[in-house]
């Protein structure tokens, strides 16, 4: 085990993430400690940048490109140690903080004097089947660059489907959430895919649908004045995208997303937005909290504790005049940030602390197509083309760094004049194992389909079915440990049966190239699969009845079953 800890060490701030609040709690800090002082800054981040969050939704759509949003810590801040690594857990007891290993398996502690927790929130999918499975989160950068890809790949298989009812499938994207996240994605999204439609010749825009879901009335009614939400929902129904409003995304299969008044959208395409959650580091901490945040004083600092801080999405930051909860918005992390930094720099030197006392400066969200609205100080509201200005050269002027600056100005002026790339940038690697969700009637493959994964039941169940003369018959039903679709792995040939979904079921997939290289090089794994199958064919040509049973091998045991 290694450690940071010395007798003759500094006075050691250890800020836990890299996110608005963590990044400009360290800047504030290296601007206001004295240079060569007893105080040593360090950040722990999972990745070695900041990412700009307010502008992601423009990477999706090419309007800027894919690094312009982020910047590299080391430049940011020059005085402070970095680590990039996961933070395992926390001992405030021992005041220390435990991070994941490096190339080697073995701990790195860090002790602390000061502790800084500011490491957000997560996409939390707890409590919604299939959404962990099926839905496309949009939280940070891998997630915009993933959708992206997505979006792209689905517009080309579009282009060479000739099924009129899976081109549909295809070109159907479905947004949960009608928040600033969830607009601001799904203006850009049908901008992009309109863009990629036009320029095939085999599709039309008309065949196109981009849906957005939302629990209200109208979008961004908790974020905004009845009239700009109005404005903003209005805007939307012109530029094409759909509205489902006053209901929620229920769940979501491989090939539908389910609202939860019953409605059953068929597509590929399911991104979420909806719910997040605090970092699930927090939950372990024997710390004050409510909604699942950490309480703070106005000071920032957590009850009954002078050396715990905390601050941005994971802090419930009471705003010190009006003492209402602070909204989780960038603005604010970064004024918390400010006053975090002053606050710790005056207990260091045994001064008097200040308390955060910040209403905000307006609210602004982009609808897509030079369209924008806002909300600025003294409660002027615009929208249009002058609100879409005033969002731009916000955060444009917000931007870290003045290379990034010059950046996205020149991505945003070449995007006058020369039309976004569409290509994918498949970075990626196999995903081996991974869980699936199917709801009723959903089909996990049909019989002729080419083989391409492996399953084996979790929990649920489902029906094999054998089409003949154009009549579908059900020959096997299949529960918790069962699998089935390895024989048209093994034989290279197309399914042979149907497999439908008849309760709500979860599912491992295995897909065809790691299945292969599993039996390649486990001959034995490969012999049993192999003599299940030719027990299933021998058994399905004599028409012996087979009783279904609870272990693996009897599933679909009739007919082929085996997919």
């Known amino acids: 085990m290694e450690t940071q800890r010395d007798s003759k060490s500094p006075i050691r701030i250890l800020i836990l993430g890299g ?15 004295p240079r060569g002082g007893n105080v040593e800054v360090t950040l722990v981040n999972r990745e070695d940048y900041f990412v700009f969050q307010p502008l992601l939704a423009e990477v999706v759509s090419g309007n800027i490109g894919i690094l312009d949003t982020v910047s590299p810590l080391r430049r940011l801040l020059p005085r402070t140690r970095i680590f990039v690594r996961e933070v395992d857990s926390i001992d405030l007891e021992q005041k220390t903080v435990t991070l994941s290993p490096g190339f080697w398996p073995r701990e790195y502690v860090l002790p602390y004097d ?6 957000g929130s997560v996409t939390d999918f707890r409590g919604i089947p299939g959404l962990f499975e099926h839905a496309l989160p949009f939280k940070n ?12 790949r689905a517009v080309e298989e579009a282009t060479v489907e ?5 081109r549909k499938e295809l070109l159907t994207f479905v947004v949960a959430g009608g928040g600033f996240s969830g607009v601001e994605v799904a203006a850009e999204m049908n901008d992009f895919v309109r863009r990629l439609v036009k320029r095939t010749r085999r599709l039309k825009v008309s065949e196109m649908r981009v849906i957005l879901v939302h629990s209200g009335s109208r979008v961004l009614d908790r974020e905004l004045t009845e009239s700009l939400s109005v404005y903003a929902t209005e805007v939307l129904k012109r530029r094409g995208v759909e509205l489902i409003l006053n209901t929620r995304l229920r769940t979501a299969s491989p090939d539908a997303a389910i609202l939860q008044n019953g409605n059953r959208i068929v597509t590929k395409t399911v991104v979420s937005t909806v719910p997040s959650t605090p970092h699930p580091l927090i939950e372990s901490l024997a710390l004050p909290k409510e909604r699942g945040k950490i309480k703070v004083d106005a000071s920032l600092r957590v009850a009954d504790h002078d050396d715990i801080w905390a601050i941005g999405d994971c802090a419930l930051v009471p705003i010190g005049s009006t003492g209402k909860p602070c909204p989780p918005t960038a603005q604010h992390a970064v004024r918390q940030a400010k006053t975090l930094a002053h606050n710790i720099a005056a207990q260091v030197d045994g001064r008097a602390l200040s308390e955060f006392d910040f209403g905000g400066l307006g609210k602004l969200g982009s609808l897509g197509h030079h369209c924008a609205v806002a909300e600025v100080g003294g409660g002027i509201r615009l929208s249009g083309f002058v609100a879409w200005f005033l969002w731009r050269t916000v955060y444009w002027w917000k931007l870290p760094g003045l290379d990034r600056k010059i950046k996205v100005g020149f991505a945003w002026f070449l995007d006058l004049l020369i039309p976004p790339e569409a290509v994918q940038l498949r970075v990626g690697t196999s995903q081996g194992v991974s869980q699936v969700h199917y709801e009723p009637g959903d089909v996990v493959f049909r019989q002729g389909d080419l083989g391409d994964s492996l399953y084996i039941i979790l929990d649920g169940e489902a029906e094999v079915l054998i089409e ?6 059900v020959v096997a039903h299949m529960g918790p440990g069962e699998h089935f679709g390895e024989m048209a792995l093994l034989s290279q040939e197309a399914r042979t049966a149907t497999i ?8 491992l997939a295995l897909q065809k190239a790691d299945f292969n290289a599993l039996a390649s090089n486990i001959p034995e794994m490969r012999k049993s699969f192999a003599r299940i199958m030719e027990e299933r064919i021998a058994r399905s040509s004599d028409g012996t009845e087979v009783p279904h049973a609870a272990d693996a091998t009897s599933a679909s045991d009739r007919d082929g079953g085996g997919g």
């Not at 996110?19 to 400690?33: C, K, N, P, Q, W």
């Not at 950068?141 to 792209?152: G, Q, V």
């Not at 003949?468 to 018959?473: A, L, S």
């Open 468 to 473: 003949d003369h154009g009549q579908e018959r």
């Open 19 to 33: 996110g608005f609040a963590g990044v400009y709690s360290a800047m504030y800090l290296d601007r206001i400690l």
């Open 114 to 119: 000061h502790l800084v927790l500011a490491l």
């Open 141 to 152: 950068l891998a997630d915009a660059l993933s959708l992206r890809n997505h979006l792209i």
């Open 162 to 166: 000739e099924d009129p009812e899976r």
């Open 500 to 507: 439908r979904c008849t309760q709500p079921m979860n599912a």
